[in-house]
């Protein structure tokens, strides 16, 4: 081989070594392997972003759950992240339930006017809740494959947060920019990845799944609740996502739409109503996903 043509492999292995390593890169690994002999599709479930509408992901679940239907694989947008690395910790949905629903506003907000000039809410109290409520401390201990969404800052790439600390992605992916400081992590400022869509059905496809199963918590995006700084950013990013979904939607195999619109994003008092949306949501899709498992 000539010098020229060595260069060139060179630098070819070069650039697959890096796509495939870099954090929020197209080329992705597979994380999920099913045991030998299993002939069945990967399934993957995606959660989206929605802030306190985030507890119909638990009565999704336990609706999949309780129809066993499969879960290989998560991958959660801001709340979706949070609820989705209890449920990839624990792959139980009653302990979800018991775990999720301990969550309050005051384990989110940590208000600080000293950081007001990056954001009033620092994060630390979201990271200990995830420590104090998820055993599993790496991304990699977990029971199911699970990935969290986050945004660069400065770039506007997609981060894929699939190793590490689970407590610092879920942070990652549900830090309000414009509320929440951006998290540094791995060299890059990280931020909520509902900037980028309240759900990521293609990022499932770059880890092999199958069957996505997305959950739309962005429904309607009507809320006359604006009366302060974080409720009209939560709402401007409603209001983007809402858009984006619009075409992502598109790239699920079954798409579920928990009736959750009149829940204000910063209603922590309608977390039974919202698992309920969820369960019945869920329920009403269970025939069509029967239905896409049995083709394979």
């Given at each position: ?30 994380l999920v392997d099913l045991a ?81 000039k990056r954001g009033p809410v ?51 992916s549900s830090s309000i920019p ?119």
């Amino acid at each position: 081989m000539n010098k020229k043509k060595k260069v060139g492999c060179f630098v070819a292995a070069a650039g697959v070594f890096l796509l495939v390593s870099l954090p929020g890169c197209a080329a992705k690994r597979d994380l999920v392997d099913l045991a030998p002999g299993i002939k069945r599709p990967r399934i993957a479930l995606v959660l989206g972003s929605g802030a306190a509408r985030g507890f119909a992901h638990v009565g999704v679940i336990r609706v999949l759950e309780q129809e066993k239907i499969p879960i290989d694989l998560i991958v959660g947008t801001s709340v979706g992240s949070l609820v989705g690395a209890i449920y990839a910790d624990k792959r139980n949905s009653f302990e979800l339930e018991w775990e999720a629903f301990k969550l309050e506003k005051d384990d989110i907000f940590d208000f600080s006017i000293l950081r007001a000039k990056r954001g009033p809410v620092k994060g630390d109290k979201l990271e200990n809740f995830i420590l104090r409520h998820v055993s599993a401390k790496n991304i990699e201990d977990m029971k199911i494959p699970f990935v969290a969404v986050a945004a660069d800052l400065n770039t506007g790439a997609e981060v894929l947060l699939d190793t590490g600390s689970v407590a610092k992605a879920v942070r990652a992916s549900s830090s309000i920019p414009g509320v929440f400081e951006p998290l540094l992590y791995n060299g890059r400022h990280l931020i909520d990845g509902g900037v980028l869509g309240g759900i990521v059905p293609g990022a499932a496809r770059k880890y092999g799944a199958d069957i996505v199963i997305a959950v739309d918590i962005g429904k309607s995006v009507e809320n006359y609740e604006t009366d302060n700084v974080i409720d009209i950013t939560l709402q401007a990013i409603d209001i983007m996502g809402s858009r984006i979904d619009g075409y992502k939607q598109k790239e699920a195999d079954v798409l579920i739409q928990p009736e959750v619109g009149d829940v204000s994003t910063m209603d922590f008092s309608q977390k039974k109503k919202c698992m309920v949306a969820g369960i019945a949501a869920a329920q009403a899709k269970i025939g069509e996903i029967r239905k896409l498992i049995s083709k394979w």
